[in-house]
Structures are given as structure tokens and as C-alpha cells.
């Protein structure tokens, strides 16, 4: 059973910094794009960062652009978002993704029909 687990939410003021795991079980990623998804409360899931299965090509949503970084240790079958200068409109659930098809090519994918696994998500809370 494939199982996607965050960890390293939490309350953090203005200008904080936070970093959040994830943690993969059940196969190996080490061949598939992963990505950072976060949900505001009435808001859509949307990407933060996505990183392909090298690491050699990643994508940030403007927003966090400068702020943000995601990396992948294969070996150890995880990625992870630092998170730097936080505000209060990065308030939301985190959701680590993992995409299931093995990647050709290095690409990555921004969208969540990109991706067919999911964590059950870590609150991220930044008070002004």
C-alpha cells in the first residue's frame, strides 16, 4: 500500500521559516515527478513546487518564488519543501503528491491530474 506521510506543519510567525517532510512508502518514487500542493480554505489545491525525478528541473508558483525550495533525496524515498520568509497568505494545508507513471522524460507537472498519490496533508499556519 503506497502511503505518502507529511510532517513539519505547524504555527510559525510572519518571517518564519518551517521546513515540511514527506515521507514515501509502499514503492520507490526515485523514477517519478513529486510535488508540493497547498489548500487555503475556500481555495483550490494548487501547486507550490514540483520537482522531476532527477532533480534537475523544478517549478515554483510565483508566489513562492525566492522563498521556497524542494528537494528529493531518492535514496531515501522522501521530499521536502523549506520554506523561508513565510507570510500570512501561505496559510493552508500542505499536500505532498507523487506521480505513479515512471517519467520518460524530465519533466514536471503543475496540475493535481498530474499526480495520482497524495499525503492526507500538514497544516501550515502564519500569524501576522
Known amino acids: 500500500q503506497v502511503q505518502l506521510a507529511e510532517s513539519g506543519g505547524g504555527l510559525v510567525q510572519a518571517g518564519g521559516s518551517l521546513r515540511l517532510s514527506c515521507a514515501a512508502s509502499?514503492?520507490?518514487?526515485?523514477?517519478?515527478?513529486m510535488g508540493w500542493f497547498r489548500q487555503a480554505p475556500g481555495k483550490e489545491r494548487d501547486c507550490v513546487a514540483a520537482?522531476?525525478?532527477?532533480?534537475?528541473?523544478?517549478y515554483y508558483a510565483d508566489s513562492v518564488k525566492g522563498r521556497f525550495t524542494i528537494s528529493r533525496d531518492n535514496a531515501k524515498n522522501t521530499v521536502a519543501l523549506q520554506m523561508h520568509n513565510l507570510k500570512p497568505e501561505d496559510t493552508a494545508v500542505y499536500y505532498c503528491?507523487?506521480?505513479?507513471?515512471?517519467?520518460?522524460?524530465?519533466?514536471?507537472?503543475?496540475?493535481?491530474?498530474?499526480?495520482?498519490?497524495w499525503g492526507q496533508g500538514t497544516q501550515v499556519t502564519v500569524s501576522s
Open positions: 503528491a507523487a506521480r505513479k507513471t515512471e517519467s520518460r522524460y524530465d519533466i514536471y507537472y503543475t496540475t493535481n491530474q498530474g499526480y495520482d498519490y
Open positions: 509502499g514503492r520507490t518514487f526515485s523514477r517519478n515527478t
Open positions: 520537482i522531476t525525478w532527477s532533480g534537475d528541473r523544478i
